[in-house]
């Protein structure tokens, strides 16, 4: 199983958007993934969880600091997902990657992602600065 590619970063000054896409490698599952979600990391921290969407209808989920301005969506028909961001800020600079999950749970305020490829494909960069 190939783990999915994030692409589309780039570098922006506050209040700009960007829109990362994520392909999704279907070959050789014998399951469709439980959802796909993007994590990023920032320059001397460790990975966070951004946001996540079900591969089915039903489930979008978004740490705090990017609800209303990022917006996580997919297009089943082409294998993809996308993150739309916008209002960036410098805080959102950071390398972002998507992978799939086959769980996901959220428990005194911290999501944990269960992942059903557990490798990493290279992730994008994303800098905002004035």
């Known amino acids: 199983q190939v783990p999915p590619v994030a692409s589309g970063g780039g570098s922006v000054q506050p209040g700009d958007s960007l829109r990362l896409s994520c392909a999704v490698s279907l070959s050789g599952r014998p399951f469709r993934p439980y959802a796909v979600a993007w994590f990023r990391q920032a320059p001397g921290n460790e990975r966070e969880f951004v946001a996540s969407i079900s591969w089915l209808p039903g489930s979008i989920n978004y740490i705090d600091s990017v609800k209303g301005r990022f917006t996580i969506s997919k297009d089943n028909a082409e294998d993809t997902v996308y993150l739309q961001m916008n209002s960036l800020s410098p805080e959102d600079t950071a390398v972002y990657y998507c992978?799939?999950?086959?769980?996901?749970?959220?428990?005194?305020?911290?999501?944990?992602?269960?992942?059903?490829?557990?490798?990493w494909g290279q992730g994008t960069q994303v800098t905002v600065s004035s």
């Open positions: 992978n799939t999950l086959k769980g996901l749970t959220f428990l005194s305020g911290v999501y944990t992602p269960e992942y059903d490829v557990g490798t």
